[in-house]
């Protein structure tokens, strides 16, 4: 497997006020972004299209706002989807997979053993099943 870090997602109580932050400290400008239910905004970063951080706003976030962690979660990029799940199966490692709006991308949710949120993104085109793993 070949994994690139992809990006950081930040929680916010103040979505606006992150973007405009970014985008005048560090030149980031607000991108594409699928279509979710919730608020917030994917920042790139040079001329590129990819987003480097994503904004996420709190209100109707699940679980309780930490002003101390709004680290939520990094990202790889990577191939090989199908292969990747028996691994982490073999390892007992619990996930749980999402397809996100718009793009299709296959998303593997899971956590290190410090507790920390990562998620592992996969091409739309590849296919496994992406049924949740209990890690048992």
């Keep these: 497997m070949n994994l690139k870090l992809d ?15 970014y985008g ?3 030149g980031l400008k607000p ?28 209100d109707s976030q699940p679980g309780p706002y930490d002003p101390e962690q709004q680290l939520e979660h990094f990202a ?10 028996a691994h982490l199966r ?17 998303q593997v949710n899971c956590h290190d053993c410090d507790g920390n949120h990562l998620h592992i993104d996969f091409p739309a085109a590849e296919e496994a099943d992406l049924s949740d793993y209990g890690g048992h």
């Design 7 to 21: 990006h950081v997602n930040l929680r916010t109580a103040n979505v606006e006020q992150l973007v405009a932050w």
């Design 90 to 106: 073999a390892e007992k490692i619990a996930y749980y997979c999402r397809v996100l709006p718009d793009t299709g991308v296959r």
């Design 31 to 58: 991108g594409p972004r699928p279509g979710f239910s919730f608020p917030g905004a994917w920042l790139t970063a040079g001329h590129g299209e990819a987003a480097a951080v994503h904004v996420v706003g709190v």
């Design 76 to 85: 790889f990029s990577a191939s090989g989807l199908a292969d990747f799940l």
């Design 24 to 26: 005048r400290v560090l």
